[in-house]
């Protein structure tokens, strides 16, 4: 089986060797490793932790919505310096959080225009963190012309999803399909073309059945993927390489044709 983690976060360096053992004992060949800005001046590990494995890591970078009041005029040049770099495949993620409002809104506002902006500057895909702020994203995705990325840890419903879809995003699906009332959700998931779909960790977070409660990992990807193949009746192997093909035609990035992958 051929699977791609289009979205994780791996901080801590002295665990990454181990978490690249156990993604590639599942199935994983290549995961999207989320740069995330901290602080001021202080953008994290994804570049540390994709150069440990270039084979296996892409890495993105981008400002948060929750840390968008942090942000100084200076980190947002770092940021576009550092999405200028050949290795980062995406800026993000990027955008608009209204159910914990960790920022300002109008705050929130202004750094997912920049980074919208900039992402179709540089002509890479843009990862994209939306909640509880649906139409006010889409309006803003729209109005910016991002034509190319993803609505990542997509938690919408039927007519959320073909909006995103009808702009030319992909959807991200993680752990959450795997819980208990996400009927919505899982409706979207039957109702998304397979080729417009990735599947997701959100490592560390968002662990799926019957991981629920812990620490989440790229190798558990694998249970994302068997979720989806179950609501969609389709064979896991299929969806598992229809989403990884997606993931490294959005990214950029290269995975084994099938066959080619031992496990």
């Known amino acids: 089986m051929i699977l791609v983690d289009s979205h994780c976060h791996l901080e801590m360096l002295q665990e990454v060797s181990a978490t690249v053992?156990?993604?590639?004992?599942?199935?994983?060949?290549?995961?999207?490793?989320?740069?995330?800005?901290?602080?001021?001046?202080?953008?994290?590990?994804?570049?540390?932790?994709?150069?440990?494995a270039p084979d296996f890591f892409s890495p993105t970078m981008g400002i948060h919505p929750h840390d968008a009041a942090k942000a100084t005029e200076e980190d947002f040049g770092a940021l576009e310096e550092l999405c200028r770099r050949p290795e980062i495949v995406a800026v993000g993620e990027a955008g608009l959080d209204y159910f914990y409002d960790h920022s300002p809104r109008e705050l929130q506002l202004a750094a997912f225009r920049r980074q919208c902006a900039l992402a179709v500057a540089l002509e890479k895909p843009l990862v994209v963190h939306v909640r509880d702020a649906h139409l006010r994203c889409q309006e803003i995705l729209r109005a910016q012309r991002v034509r190319r990325g993803v609505i990542h840890c997509f938690t919408g419903d039927?007519?959320?999803?073909?909006?995103?879809?009808?702009?030319?995003?992909?959807?991200?699906?993680?752990?959450?399909?795997?819980?208990?009332?996400?009927?919505?959700?899982?409706?979207?998931?039957?109702?998304?073309?397979?080729?417009?779909?990735?599947?997701?960790?959100?490592?560390?977070?968002?662990?799926?059945?019957?991981?629920?409660?812990?620490?989440?990992?790229?190798?558990?990807?694998?249970?994302?993927?068997?979720?989806?193949?179950?609501?969609?009746a389709m064979a896991v192997e299929e969806v598992a390489l229809s989403t990884s093909r997606n993931s490294a035609a959005l990214f950029g990035f290269e995975i084994p044709e099938a066959g080619d992958n031992p496990v």
Do not use: M
Not at 31 to 49: I, N, R, T, W
Not at 179 to 204: G, M
């Open 21 to 52: 053992d156990r993604a590639r004992a599942a199935g994983v060949v290549h995961a999207v490793v989320v740069g995330q800005f901290h602080k001021p001046g202080d953008f994290g590990h994804a570049l540390e932790v994709s150069q440990s």
């Open 158 to 232: 039927v007519n959320e999803a073909r909006r995103y879809l009808d702009l030319g995003l992909y959807l991200s699906i993680s752990g959450i399909v795997s819980y208990r009332n996400t009927d919505a959700l899982q409706e979207a998931v039957r109702f998304a073309p397979l080729d417009r779909l990735l599947v997701e960790t959100d490592s560390p977070y968002l662990a799926p059945v019957p991981y629920r409660g812990k620490k989440n990992q790229p190798a558990y990807v694998a249970e994302v993927a068997k979720k989806v193949a179950e609501l969609r």
